[in-house]
């Protein structure tokens, strides 16, 4: 849009500065409001973004460039507060450091003597006119423009005036008056939006427009505080004609940084990769697109969901239907949310394989990896350095990597693969939520590996989704089987279907909903599908019977995948299977490869540093994935099995878990059926280790990931525990993916919960206390979620963020990472060879730990076997088993 780009000739001598740097060059007030002002502008113009904003302000798009204007006009205003003394005076680096927020919030607050000075500043920038456009009685969007730091301003209304500190000192008139020196920044304002500020009309007062505008300037003040050449160079303190320059300058910036998405649109149409192409790889035949891809790419609901069985090709239905809206323009990018950060890297090459096929080589959009810690772009990795710049291993564009250098930029890439908190960020009352929410509102969002066990994040997922989906955004999540309750709420429904409407749901299907009803769309079979035998075995306790029985299976030339729920069992079972390997049978153990070309023995969970963990990966794909070789092995580990990889069991044994997680894990068993398979493993089948006792609640069970203890829990909801072990007991025969369905509701849904509940009190009252716990614990954490959300539906003056408090996207304390390297000492080497950059604690061994202990490397193993430090009073040790205390 045309923001009146007239040349400004006379400004005052003593000009207001807004940036600084090391070097002592500077950029005027002025100069950053106009690039800031521009970039908002620009983003405006994009025609997703416009007609998003323009949705969620149900505005006609015939008043759409009066509003852009305006909004552009509130953007040019949102450093205003710099003008005071004591920010003007930290161009002497020894200053005292003075902000600019909470400072201008004094201004237009009760307290005393502030009034004079706002009334002051109001004539001087004219600001009645702005007003006009703002209702009295919801100034949302005015309090909006000074939330661009990522948090609200200090004022708000009733008691939060006390909040606002006595910021007189920095605003008094007199010799060098702050009120005065902002001449230059009204004469700006009239002759670059002289036309907007005539318009009297009122600018859109619904919360959720309030929202995205504050989440907009925030992108915006990002892109205009970049000071590189590519970007916005300050002016030293010359801002003649800077509009105009700044209007330039925004659009080159936006196409170098993607955000503006139409040249890759249009080279993705002159491509226009068909399926076949879309994934093709070397050596392997074309694929044909299944039912379930196809119909997912061409549906027209905004959020779907898509469950199907683990393997089915959900990842290339997802990617399937964000190259088709792309092409079309119904999204601009992708961001791609997993459940950890281990999934998100797997899934990154993917992700960037398919990018390969779909745009030519020129005019591909990058591919970012949303992990922090893990700055990673295409094949390129940054290092932060001083002064918050970045060092990339090539010399690549620095634009194209702009969103990301820093974590709350994530979501503006145009395709990103990271972990769901960078999504549900956008959704809790965090800094910067905002930015994060409305730089996916263009996006395809998806989020895999859905489950209905987590009611805190599926609270929170539900809110980013009415915001995501409300402003004409699409989502599409992905699950093997989600039970009818999740689904719903997810959804939107009004209702959840009862136990015999939900077993008799389609399966697989894609599900939306309209008008509060929800909708399904079979998919047809995905296949033959596979009949699993399974057996309980009440030996979850027994490392050596468990380590017996998979070396017996290996000895028979099977491929045996244990799952154990934590990683203490893992770690046992692992020592038992070492004590009894012969030397003969010790190559059926999983190894991994050295550095130095040996082979270590070792298991696969999460307590591995980030370099180690992605050679494990590979490795057990290699030992038991799709191009495995010929031979009995076995691959010890947790939860870390269970999702992303590609593996494919002879056996499968699984520590007792969720019925929806058992299904997954079971996804990993015979998973490519074009096979051949030692005698005695053509059938699948699946050992569920179990307890001995029959009552899932006595004490100790937390051990092995069932229930809670003083810790915490894995699985903590017994009902659905209790429900899927007599779904093994009693039909040992599961057709895999027919069953799915009337499995998932058996063990999930509210009626079959609310009945063995009652069942199991009746036979034995001591079952009551913990149901007690797990009723409190559920209502709990549904207040939780709701004191943590993000309340789109509010008016943005009631958006708060308390500086004493502490919200997470996930329930629980959170893990802990361990920096090696300070002050230029060598990283210490892993068990398999590699450099260690840090560690993860989780909570519970690190919760006695000071905060602000650093490690001290005390002894380097044997062979390059790993190490051991001390952190605080603790000792641990990293080798060939991962992390752990020492005793």
């Known amino acids: 849009m045309d923001l009146e780009g007239r040349s400004m000739s006379v400004f005052s001598q003593d000009v207001l500065w807004a940036k600084r740097d090391a070097a002592g060059r500077w950029h005027s007030l002025v100069g950053h409001s106009a690039d800031v002002s521009a970039a908002l502008a620009a983003l405006l113009d994009l025609p997703l973004i416009g007609t998003r904003l323009q949705r969620l302000g149900r505005v006609d798009e015939a008043d759409a460039a009066a509003i852009s204007a305006k909004l552009s006009a509130l953007a040019f205003l949102h450093d205003i507060g710099k003008a005071n003394r004591g920010f003007q005076a930290r161009s002497d680096a020894d200053a005292l450091r003075v902000g600019h927020i909470d400072e201008l ?17 109001c004539m001087r920038l004219g600001l009645d006119r702005v007003a006009a456009w703002l209702p009295g009685d919801n100034p949302g969007l005015f309090h909006a423009v000074f939330a661009h730091d990522g948090r609200p301003w200090a004022l708000g209304g009733g008691e939060r005036q006390a909040d606002v500190r006595d910021a007189s000192a920095q605003w008094r008139d007199g010799p060098d008056d702050p009120v005065a020196k902002l001449a230059p920044m009204r004469a700006a304002l009239d002759a670059w939006f002289g036309n907007a500020l005539a318009d009297a009309s009122p600018l859109p007062d619904q919360a959720a427009f309030q929202h995205a505008f504050a989440g907009l300037l925030m992108l915006a003040d990002w892109l205009g505080s970049n000071p590189s050449p590519d970007f916005f ?130 005019q591909r959009p990058a591919v970012v990896r949303a992990v922090p810690g893990q700055m990673r772009v295409d094949e390129a990795e940054g290092a932060r350095l001083p002064d918050f710049d970045v060092q990339w291993s090539d010399d690549g564009d620095r634009a194209v990597r702009w969103a990301a250098e820093h974590p709350k930029r994530y979501l503006a890439a145009s395709i990103a693969v990271g972990t769901i908190d960078q999504a549900l960020l956008g959704a809790v009352r965090v800094k910067h939520a905002h930015l994060r929410a409305v730089s ?190 010929d031979g009995g092995r076995i691959v010890i580990g947790t939860q870390t099995l269970e999702q992303s990889l590609d593996l494919d069991a002879d056996l499968l044994v699984t520590d007792l878990c969720p019925i929806d997680v058992l299904l997954q894990r079971i996804g990993r068993l015979h998973r490519h059926a074009d096979r051949s398979r030692p005698e005695g493993y053509a059938v699948p089948r699946a050992i569920v280790l179990v307890p001995a006792a029959r009552e899932l609640y006595r004490p100790g069970l937390h051990a092995y990931g069932l229930g809670s203890g003083r810790t915490g829990g894995i699985y903590t909801d017994l009902r659905i525990l209790e429900l899927t072990r007599r779904l093994v007991e009693a039909e040992p025969i599961w057709t895999i993916p027919a069953m799915n369905r009337r499995l998932v509701e058996a063990a999930t849904h509210p009626d079959a919960l609310a009945a063995i509940e009652a069942e199991l009190i009746a036979e034995d009252p001591a079952w009551r206390p913990h149901f007690n716990r797990r009723t409190g614990r559920h209502f709990a954490d549904l207040t939780a979620a709701e004191n943590a959300r993000l309340q789109f539906d509010h008016p943005f003056t009631d958006f708060r963020i308390e500086s004493d408090e502490t919200i997470a996207t996930r329930l629980g304390a959170a893990d802990r990472h361990v920096a090696f390297g300070a002050e230029g000492q060598p990283l210490p080497i892993s068990p398999f060879g590699q450099p260690v950059p840090s560690l993860k604690l989780p909570h519970h061994v690190a919760e006695k730990i000071p905060v602000d202990a650093q490690p001290d490397l005390l002894e380097t193993l044997g062979q390059g076997n790993g190490f051991t430090f001390r952190l605080g009073p603790s000792v641990f040790t990293y080798d060939r088993f991962g992390l752990r205390r020492n005793a």
């Open 233 to 362: 160079p300050f002016d030293e303190g010359r801002p003649e004609d800077r509009m105009a320059f700044a209007q330039a300058r925004s659009s080159v910036v936006l196409s170098a940084t993607g955000l503006d998405a139409r040249p890759a649109r249009a080279a993705a149409c002159r491509v226009g990769a068909s399926f076949a192409q879309a994934f093709a790889q070397p050596g392997r035949p074309p694929f044909v697109a299944r039912p379930i891809q196809a119909e997912t790419a061409r549906h027209r609901a905004r959020l779907l969901v898509l469950e199907a069985e683990t393997g089915s090709g959900k990842t290339e239905a997802a990617l399937w239907r964000f190259s088709e809206l792309f092409r079309q323009g119904a999204i601009d990018g992708l961001y791609f949310a997993l459940p950890t950060r281990v999934a998100a890297t797997q899934i990154f090459e993917r992700v960037k394989r398919f990018r390969d096929n779909v745009f030519p080589p020129h």
């Open 105 to 121: 919030a004094w201004v237009f607050s009760i307290r005393r003597g502030a009034e004079a000075v706002c009334d002051r500043l």
């Open 440 to 629: 996916l509102l263009n996006k395809l969002l998806v989020v895999d590996e859905v489950h209905a066990s987590d009611a805190y994040m599926e609270r929170l997922l539900a809110n980013l989704l009415r915001f995501h989906v409300g402003a004409g955004g699409h989502a599409l999540l992905l699950s093997a089987t989600l039970g009818a309750g999740a689904r719903a709420r997810l959804l939107g429904a009004a209702t959840v279907p009862d136990r015999a409407e939900a077993d008799a749901v389609d399966y697989p299907a894609l599900s939306w909903c309209e008008d509060g009803v929800e909708h399904r769309q079979p998919l047809g079979s995905i296949g033959a599908g596979k009949t699993v035998h399974l057996e309980a075995r009440t030996i979850l306790d027994d490392p050596a019977a468990i380590a017996a029985l998979s070396l017996a299976a290996a000895c028979a030339g099977a491929k045996v995948l244990i799952i154990r729920n934590t990683v203490g069992q893992a770690l046992l079972t692992q020592a038992a299977l070492e004590g009894q390997a012969t030397a003969p049978d010790g190559a059926l153990l999983f190894r991994a490869p050295h550095a130095d070309g040996r082979s270590i023995a070792t298991l696969h969970h999460s307590r591995f540093a980030e370099p180690d963990r992605r050679l494990l990966d590979a490795a057990v794909e290699a030992a038991i994935g799709r191009e495995r070789p």
